[in-house]
């Protein structure tokens, strides 16, 4: 099995980016007991791997608790969402390159890959209107 958090979210008539926002939710507020709010952008993919920069908070306050990371997203051979994988604290470095192709690791071990701050504005445009999706579906990137 990976290393780091894993969760499996069962997520079958959602629309596709729902099931990403609470699989991603789920590993990155773990120990929160809430669902959040999630941003990401995908790095790169596979037919069965899906490498992201994540930033996700809890849905019950602006001013909640908060976490960003890389991680993996695996898919099953019939494409639904398993489960995600993030890298742990106390061996990061050996984590990222467990989990991301030599070609993403910089980018995983370098948040500046990610921009943090417009993805926490997203979330609090999300949350005044709970109806707007995360950016990456308003850009127009379609999901693996």
Not at 14 to 19: D, E, H, K, S
Not at 55 to 62: A, I, K
């Amino acid at each position: 099995p990976p290393v780091g958090a894993t969760e499996t979210v069962e997520v079958l008539s959602l629309p596709r980016w729902m099931g990403y926002e609470q699989t991603l939710s789920a590993v990155l507020l773990a120990g929160t007991g809430e669902e959040g709010f999630c941003e990401w952008d995908i790095l790169g993919h596979t037919d069965t791997e899906v490498y992201v920069w994540a930033l996700c908070q809890v849905r019950s306050s602006g001013d909640g608790a908060a976490s960003m990371a890389p991680a993996v997203i695996y898919l099953s051979a019939d494409g639904r969402i398993d489960r995600v994988a993030m890298p742990r604290e106390s061996s990061y470095l050996d984590d990222i390159k467990s989990l991301f192709p030599s070609d993403l690791q910089a980018c995983a071990m370098d948040n500046a890959c990610f921009d943090g701050p417009a993805a926490m504005q997203h979330i609090a445009l999300r949350r005044a209107d709970p109806s707007i999706p995360p950016a990456i579906i308003e850009q127009g990137v379609e999901l693996p």
